[in-house]
T-cell receptor, first 114, second 113 residues
Framework: DVKVTQSSRYLVKRTGEKVFLECVQD?????MFWYRQDPGLGLRLIYF???????EKGDIPEGYSVSREKKERFSLILESASTNQTSMYLC?????????????FGPGTRLTVT | GDSVTQMEGPVTLSEEAFLTINCTYT??????LFWYVQYPGEGLQLLLK?????DKGSNKGFEATYRKETTSFHLEKGSVQVSDSAVYFC????????????FGTGTSLTVIP
């Protein structure tokens, strides 16, 4: 069974802290994605990666960075957490090539910044 | 650019009622279309997909048909159950844009006994 795991289900951090969210997939997928989900706004893409050490900005990259040192792991970093980054963060992965390659999602991390 | 529009929620239905959640899209070329479901406190799960015009995706009693002429991919179920209560997302993936996904804003469904 395919699996995407995220390091924490719930996280509470203080304003100004550096926050790391980890995502691991066991499907040997090339592509990995970080989204944030907010009520009424749906899913918004923060960053994605098509390969190891590769990253591309999504729609809302400001205030975030990412790291992909190994194929199976994709980390989202909040350099200095702010209250407007309180949200649900979802990681996803997909294969690449021709055809319809669906994204597989992790369970999400609900981050609260106080 | 590519985009997905789905009906606003929330939707509340009685058990065994018929469900339709509308989804329309804008895209160049021939995108693939998806419905995802998110149960409370969980991530998104793929519900069904269709990769070309007139394809019908189906799973767990849900169906959606890829209609290129109306650029639509409406989700339907003939008889909903309480366990179907969740948020439903329509999405597209387009090879013209590197297979990036575009999601709708989600439609919350509550089924009451």
């Amino acid at each position: 069974d395919v699996k995407v795991t995220q390091s924490s289900r719930y996280l509470v951090k203080r304003t100004g802290e550096k926050v790391f969210l980890e995502c691991v997939q066991d499907m040997d997928h090339e592509n990995m994605f970080w989204y944030r989900q907010d009520p009424g706004l749906g899913l918004r893409l923060i960053y994605f990666s098509y390969d190891v050490k590769m990253k591309e900005k999504g729609d809302i990259p400001e205030g975030y960075s990412v790291s992909r040192e190994k194929k199976e792991r994709f980390s989202l970093i909040l350099e200095s957490a702010s209250t407007n980054q309180t949200s649900m963060y979802l990681c996803a992965s997909s294969s690449t090539g021709t055809g319809a390659y669906e994204q597989y999602f992790g369970p999400g991390t609900r981050l609260t910044v106080t | 650019g590519d985009s997905v529009t789905q009906m606003e929620g929330p939707v509340t239905l009685s058990e065994e009622a018929f469900l339709t959640i509308n989804c329309t899209y804008t895209a160049t070329g021939y995108p693939s279309l998806f419905w995802y479901v998110q149960y409370p406190g969980e991530g998104l799960q793929l519900l069904l997909k269709a990769t070309k015009a007139d394809d019908k995706g189906s799973n767990k009693g849900f169906e959606a048909t890829y209609r290129k002429e109306t650029t639509s991919f409406h989700l339907e179920k003939g008889s909903v159950q309480v366990s179907d209560s969740a948020v439903y997302f329509c999405a597209l993936s387009n090879s013209n844009t590197g297979n990036q996904f575009y999601f709708g804003t989600g439609t919350s469904l509550t089924v009451i006994p």
